[in-house]
């Protein structure tokens, strides 16, 4: 199956930006990096993971959560096979892993996905930590 590996994290004070990129590597069954969906999650202490953002590569499609509406960008490279999502205007609040996955979902169902927190999902790679500091 794909694997996707985060990265960019680290730290920021509120109001700074930060863009983590998800790099998508190990195709098979003929799949490419344009025929998946990826979706971006994060996931703090002691809270539900929960859905950010996403993106179809192929056609450019976007989906954000309200809570970073306005505020992130996500965007694909796709000659890289990398997701990025740009970050600003952040607060506290949005401290946490992030993690990216790979869905090859319809994509009225991928939103629901998101809005649900993919609690199905079982290819979760290790994330990359953003910290926002007050």
């Known amino acids: 199956d794909v694997q996707l590996q985060a990265s960019g994290g680290g730290l920021v004070q509120a109001g700074g930006s930060l863009r983590v990129s998800c790099a998508a590597s190990?195709?098979?069954?003929?799949?490419?990096?344009?025929?998946?969906?990826i979706g971006w999650f994060r996931q703090a202490p002691g809270k539900e993971r929960e859905g950010v953002s996403c993106?179809?590569?192929?056609?450019?499609?976007?989906w954000y959560a309200d809570s970073v509406k306005g505020r992130f960008t996500i965007s694909s490279d796709n000659a890289k096979n990398t997701v990025y999502l740009e970050m600003n205007s952040l607060q506290p609040e949005d401290t946490a892993v992030y993690y990216c996955?790979?869905?090859?979902?319809?994509?009225?169902?991928?939103?629901?996905?998101?809005?649900?927190?993919?609690?199905?999902?079982?290819?979760w790679g290790q994330g990359t930590q953003v910290t926002v500091s007050s």
């Open positions: 190990g195709f098979t069954s003929g799949f490419t990096f344009e025929d998946y969906s």
């Open positions: 993106i179809s590569p192929s056609d450019g499609d976007t």
């Open positions: 996955a790979a869905f090859t979902s319809p994509w009225a169902r991928l939103i629901a996905i998101m809005t649900m927190g993919a609690g199905q999902y079982n290819n």
